[in-house]
């Protein structure tokens, strides 16, 4: 039992590497968790309901990079992320016709977003702070990058919620999430999960697109049975 569980704790290091890419030792616990999590963003631009169990392993696989590298808030993030996947799955297979449109939030409630962004960002930075003062002998070391760490989180905590709702502007919070993780995981040097969230902020793009496009024909489509 304990040669299992060290064995699993070196497969989940850092330094549990599988290639050297262009100089950057990758390890399987990165592999694992931006291949999983292109995977997952892909599906839930397209729509499809795979994207939520791919989500939950995705998490995992992350909760255990977040922790190494300090980015505290990111990691408590996936635990809301594990638990949001498995609400969302089972809300896409109880999906009824109605239920599948993607609606707009609109004014009053977006600015409701922007308000609790702000103060739960202001809330999880300082929650975060004290971690290492709280539990020193788990939290070695202090948070890096305090607030902007807790933003990412709050807004992809918003943002997932929204996207298991259908709500059109789900997206254009994981743009806004993508482009902050672009510069703070580029700062955290591991470059592979940059890349991944390079081509999340595209991805992102393409789902604001295409929902909006859906959200357009929905709205068409009631417009012409109302009359």
């Not at 100089?23 to 839930?44: D, K, N, Q, R």
């Not at 290492?132 to 997932?160: G, R």
């Not at 709702?165 to 040097?189: G, H, M, P, T």
Request: proline share 3%.
């Amino acid at each position: 039992m304990m040669s299992d569980l060290g064995f699993f704790k070196e497969l989940i290091s850092l330094d549990y590497t599988i290639l050297i890419w262009l100089g950057y030792p990758l390890s399987l616990l990165e592999f694992l968790g931006t291949t999983s999590g292109l995977v997952c963003v892909y599906l839930a631009s397209r729509n499809h309901i795979l994207t939520w169990p791919i989500g939950i392993f995705n998490s995992i696989c992350f909760f255990f990079l977040f922790f190494q590298i300090q980015l505290y808030s990111d990691m408590l993030l996936q635990i809301y992320f594990f638990g949001s996947s498995i609400y969302g799955w089972i809300l896409w297979r109880k999906r009824t016709g109605s239920f599948t449109q993607i609606v707009s939030l609109g004014t009053k409630k977006n600015l409701l977003v922007i308000l609790l962004i702000i103060v739960g960002t202001l809330s999880l930075g300082s929650f975060t702070k004290h971690l290492p003062l709280w539990f020193p002998s788990l939290f070695l070391k202090p948070p890096d990058y305090l607030y902007w760490d807790a933003f990412t989180t709050v807004a992809s905590i918003i943002a997932n919620f929204l996207l298991a709702q259908r709500k059109l502007e789900s997206w254009f919070l994981w743009v806004s999430v993508d482009v902050v993780c672009i510069a703070l995981y580029s700062l955290k040097n591991i470059p592979f999960v940059t890349i991944e969230y390079v081509i999340f902020l595209l991805i992102a793009f393409y789902g604001c697109l295409h929902w909006y496009r859906e959200f357009r024909e929905n709205q068409k489509t009631t417009n012409v049975s109302i009359r």
